[in-house]
Structures are given as structure tokens and as C-alpha cells.
């Protein structure tokens, strides 16, 4: 957990210091690009059928219990 701390306290570091030297349009051209980004990602998600998400939560959750119950059950000796 700390080694990831640090690590995006150093990713974080260094993203700050490029974008130091940029101009204000450069970073406007950067903003752009990234809501244009978002804007396709938002649209394949609305896409996507909606069971298809829940399915595979669910599926996460089942077998989690399910595999709770096989580590939790007594041994009948």
C-alpha cells in the first residue's frame, strides 16, 4: 500500500512538471482531447446491455460465497 502511495505521488509529480511549460492553449488542445475521450468511452458504456454488468457483478459476488463456504465448512472427521 505505501509502494503504491508512492508511486502515484511520483506519477502525480511528474505530470505536474509537464504540464509547467505548456501554454494556456496547449493545455485548452490537451482538455479537448481528453472530454473528446471520455465522450466515446461514456458512449461505448451506453452500449453495452445492461445485463451484461449486472451478470458479472453477481457472478463476482456468487463465487466469493461460494468459495467462503467451501473454507469455512467443518471437517467431519
Not at 4 to 23: C, D, H, I, T
Request: charge should be positive; glycine fraction near 4%; proline fraction near 5%.
Amino acid at each position: 500500500m505505501l509502494l503504491r502511495l508512492a508511486y502515484l505521488g511520483v506519477a502525480n509529480a511528474f505530470a505536474l512538471l509537464r504540464l509547467l511549460p505548456m501554454s494556456d492553449r496547449d493545455k485548452d488542445a490537451e482538455i479537448l482531447a481528453l472530454r473528446h475521450r471520455i465522450t466515446v468511452l461514456e458512449r461505448q458504456l451506453a452500449e453495452r446491455p445492461p445485463d451484461e454488468g449486472l451478470n458479472s457483478a453477481f457472478s463476482c459476488v456468487w463465487d466469493t460465497k461460494r468459495l467462503l463456504r467451501q473454507r469455512i465448512a467443518p471437517v467431519l472427521g
